[in-house]
């Protein structure tokens, strides 16, 4: 079946400029979950979604970061006002229970 | 979640069994143990879990000491396309909303 996928692959920015961030979860998943991960770095904790509860967005770093969820389905994470210490790969998980899969990421550049 | 230590890295010959270590001596009852890959410019992979019995799928079998203090990941025929970082985990039962936690891993290189 069809796995986690993110949309755009790619995506180079200018330093002010306001991104969006599209995640598609695997049908039927509860269960999603940002992370971002710097290169070389490990994976930084993002935001996470379950059903209709509150996200959990303890992770985001900054009140430029936002994230939703609409249907319970498709999330989106929006910077606000890009900084170059925002250039990574955002990547995006669901789950239906402990097993997370991860999309390919969305690679990032802040000039 | 408990601590896990695995070696930096390891290599291997392409067509031969890979075979990854993993040390997890504090681990609880509850734990399960969980293996991850990432290939380089790719999202983590999952490969495969398991809780005290051995487990094989499509990808990978997960051997499990009987007292749970370490885990060894297979691979039986290893490829070219399996080089890549491997990580060790261990989750408790019921964590579904917990955020996941990479160590270091393990570079596994697979030569022609």
């Known amino acids: 079946g069809a796995g986690v996928s993110q949309s755009p692959s790619n995506k180079v920015t200018e330093k002010g400029k306001d991104v969006e961030l599209r995640c598609d979860p695997i049908?039927?998943?509860?269960?999603l979950y940002w992370y971002r991960q710097s290169l070389g770095q490990g994976l930084e904790f993002l935001i996470y979604?379950?059903?209709?509860?509150?996200?959990?967005k303890s992770g985001l770093p900054s009140d430029r970061f936002s994230a939703e969820r609409t249907g319970g389905s498709v999330s989106t994470l929006t910077i606000q006002r890009t900084q170059q210490e925002d250039s990574a790969v955002y990547l995006c998980?669901?789950?239906?229970?402990?097993?997370?899969?991860f999309g390919p990421g969305t690679r990032l550049l802040v000039l | 979640d408990a601590k896990t230590t695995q070696p930096p890295s390891m290599d291997c010959a392409e067509g031969r069994a890979a075979n990854l270590p993993c040390n997890h001596s504090?681990?609880?009852?509850?734990?399960?143990v969980y293996w991850y890959r990432q290939i380089h410019s790719q999202g983590p992979q999952y490969i495969i879990h398991?809780?005290?019995n051995n487990e094989t799928n499509e990808m990978a079998s997960l051997i499990i000491t009987e007292d749970r203090k370490s885990s060894t990941l297979i691979l039986p025929h290893a490829t070219l396309r399996d080089t890549a970082v491997y990580y060790c985990?261990?989750?408790?039962?019921?964590?579904?909303?917990?955020?996941?936690?990479f160590g270091e891993g393990t570079q596994l290189t697979v030569n022609p």
């Open positions: 049908s039927g998943h509860t269960a």
């Open positions: 398991g809780l005290k």
């Open positions: 504090t681990i609880s009852g509850n734990e399960y």
């Open positions: 998980a669901s789950s239906l229970r402990e097993t997370q899969y």
């Open positions: 979604f379950q059903g209709n509860s509150a996200p959990d």
């Open positions: 985990i261990v989750r408790p039962l019921g964590t579904s909303g917990s955020r996941l936690t």
